[in-house]
RNA sequence: UGUAUAUGCCGGGUAGUUGCCCCCGCUAAGGCGGGGGAGGAAAGUCCGGGCACCCUCUCUGCCAACAUCUACAAAUCUGUGGCAGAGCAGAAGAAGAUAGUGGUUAACGACCACCCCCCGCAGCCACGGGGCGAGACAGUACCACAGAAACAAAACAGCCAAUCAUCAUCAGCCCUGAGUAUAAAGCUUGGAGCAAUGAAAGAGGUAAUGGUGAAAAGAGUGAGGUAAAAGCUCACAGGCGUUAUUGGCAACAAUAACGUGAGGGAAACACUUAUCUGGUGCAACUUCCAAUUUUGUCCACCGCAAGUGAAUACAAAUCGGUGGCAAAACGAGAGGGCUUGAUUCCGGCAGUGAUGUCGGAACUAGACAGAUAACUACCACCCCCCGCCUCGGUGGGGGAUACAGAACCCGGCUUACAGGCAUAUAUAAAAA
RNA sequence: GGCCCUAUCGUCUAGUGGCCUAGGACGCAUGGUUCUCAUCCAUGUAACCGGGGUUCGAAUCCCCGUGGGGCCG
């Protein structure tokens, strides 16, 4: 998991970053993205009930983006509000693949 | 030993790397060190309780204003109102719930024990399973189709000639008219009545019989009885009710006596009886407070302007506006409520049991876009394939490891669940 | 977290415990009409969310689940 001072909080948060404009898709992914005024980068991942009826699945897809994020690119990006939607198929990838999604996507948008 | 069912229990382990949430300690801070971190169902929300607030009522205390009475006056008392606290307080209802008995419990529709009924099963032994298991001689409705008829008695078909009415026969009895004959009797013939025989189902009797139907006035068998019949009568067997005795806390069971002849369903009803229930739910409730709105015998400035002044101008009050301050409202956000509790574990005692009680020990998640994880290796268990040998071991490779994620807290119920353990029952095979 | 509602052919719906072997409309299929298509006509197709119980009998009544939808501060 993130440390909490990167991590999107409040319902205004994420209604900003919806505002921000700088999308980017990338197969059962959608990634949306804002410039803040600090140096840290915070991170918000939505998992609608629609992805998997199941709890326990829509957790660990969640984990498991906030794990990829925390290992792969989060000391890279600075500077950036960002959100990550999931959509239906995003709960039968394996870690790999999710991986290769999302770092198509922040390729796309260009924040790297 | 295998398989099936039921009940109870468990629900992978170790190590490494990188992280998250809470608490404690240290530090100026960054941070460092230590400790803790999902379930048997955390789920469904089908019930019950704790707890919180609200409504009504009762009691206690305090408060001030008004009214009334008394009094010179004050105090006190009463009524109304407000605030605070307490309350095994919640009338009523064409509202809702419960329903065999006894017990357990904080409480329950849960649990335990027993009773009764149904099914497995031929069976009121036992065993296993199931039961919203009070009342249908208070009322209102319902019982399709078929059938004579679906609950109230009747109608219909059928049966019956004992009775009444009718018809026929008549060589019996009796009365009588006419004819003939006569002493009378007699003989011939007609009529009315009685009896007998027969016909006929009009009145009447009968409800046992009636291709149906889930169910047919619901008491079976045998005998008597009758015109034909029927619990109409009797014997035996059985049902129901009341009373008594015995056993049981009770539901109830057994026995005896007396009485009795009743269709079904209340998971049909805003039907009855008995008992119980005030409402809303932690998004309860509460504290802080950004922005916003409203208010102000408050402060500052601006506008209008009585007025002042020769004049540029100055200018009180009122009214309007802007800002500040204060108060109230609202509710983005933050804090409390938030985890020591009908708690967990161990042992003793009581009880058939649910459970209770006593003693000791322990502290065991508190998040809020929501922590408890991600990845890797090995081991354990199960399955498959291949190789080796001492034939049940060993080596290698691959696969599978469930259902599922706390959100105020407990007690149940229900549903989901890979694999494993224990006990009981049934069954199959093998051995003795 | 809490509280409610609902489920019938592919779709929208009707349905007092028995006439339900579940009706209607729009679809869909086949045939007819037309030179052809549309319209129109005829015939057919296809459903009571699942499991128990009450009852002689259940889409309907009762219980337990499953799916779908809604509300709150």
Do not use: W
């Not at 999107?8 to 919806?18: A, H, M, S």
């Not at 999931?86 to 709960?91: L, M, N, T």
């Amino acid at each position: 998991m993130l440390p909490k001072k990167n991590r999107l909080v409040t319902r205004g948060d994420f209604k900003g970053v919806f505002r921000g404009g700088l999308r980017a898709r990338s197969g059962p992914f959608q990634l949306m993205c804002q410039k803040n005024k600090t140096n840290n980068a915070r991170f918000g991942f939505i998992v609608p009930l629609s992805v998997s009826k199941k709890a326990v699945r829509r957790n660990k897809l969640r984990r498991q983006m906030h794990e990829f994020i925390r290992m792969m690119i989060f000391q890279k990006i600075s500077g950036y509000d960002c959100v990550i939607r999931a959509y239906p198929g995003a709960d039968e990838l394996q870690y790999d693949e999710m991986g290769q999604y999302i770092m198509e996507m922040i390729k796309k948008a260009g924040i790297l």
